[in-house]
């Protein structure tokens, strides 16, 4: 509680350093509170004494954490069967994860697609630019719980078509290129 309270002390200082109008101080003060109130999954930058594990313990920690993710999409499962080692490398040194609040921006329409991602719980949704060339869609596509999308990333250079953001609070895994 005093550390929420030194933060939000914090924060009001840093919006009047920097003359941030009064509507959107408000505002930003409200989506603070709102999001510090949430229970939601540390993040490993927030516990500091991960850093202490060694390599090996720390890949087998992400191994845990995310192969039962990565394992859902059918290239990696397979490859997995030939390569356990990879999968373990891969799981360390290329997967993380992402929480998003309801209504946060994933990415925006013309943005360089540098990941995949899974829906690991929550709804992502998914809106194409009408402008965009390819398989225009005029309705958003609701990504749920299981789902993999922007796998394009993984294989060539790619700009996003559209947008995605959360519907709710969402937990994405995140396969960086």
Request: proline share 3%; glycine share 4%; with cysteine.
């Amino acid at each position: 509680k005093q550390e929420e309270t030194e933060n939000l002390v914090l924060l009001s200082r840093f919006l009047s350093q920097h003359q941030v109008n009064h509507v959107v101080s408000m505002r930003i003060h409200r989506q603070v509170k709102e999001r510090m109130a949430v229970d939601r999954p540390l993040k490993d930058s927030e516990v500091p004494v991960l850093s202490l594990l060694s390599r090996s313990l720390h890949a087998e920690l992400w191994d845990e954490m995310y192969q039962r993710h990565v394992l859902t999409m059918p290239l990696l499962r397979w490859w997995s069967m030939l390569e356990t080692d990879c999968l373990r490398s891969l799981c360390s040194d290329a997967v993380s994860s992402v929480y998003l609040g309801p209504g946060d921006r994933l990415f925006d329409v013309g943005s360089e697609a540098t990941s995949a991602y899974l829906v690991c719980s929550g709804r992502i949704r998914y809106l194409q630019m009408s402008g965009s060339p390819v398989f225009a869609r005029t309705q958003p596509l609701v990504l749920t719980e299981g789902r993999w999308f922007c796998e394009v990333a993984l294989w060539c250079q790619w700009s996003h078509l559209g947008t995605a953001e959360a519907e709710g609070h969402a937990e994405l895994a995140v396969l960086s290129a």
